[in-house]
């Protein structure tokens, strides 16, 4: 599915960054699904910043 999105926009994505890629999307879907609860106290609420795994490759 990266793939197809890449490629509609004409985006270059190099292979070894699909992982990363898919894998902030399932950690944004787990930040949206725990945000939708309704029985959430000011404890559970999640910090207004989020830390994402560099996508940047480090020699």
Request: charged share 20%; with cysteine.
């Amino acid at each position: 599915m990266v793939d197809v999105i890449a490629a509609r926009n004409g985006l270059p994505l190099p292979e070894g960054r699909k992982a990363a890629i898919v894998d902030g999307f399932i950690e944004l879907e787990a930040m949206c699904a725990r945000l939708r609860t309704t029985n959430l106290t000011a404890v559970d609420e999640p910090a207004n910043v989020y830390g994402f795994a560099p996508i940047t490759r480090i020699a």
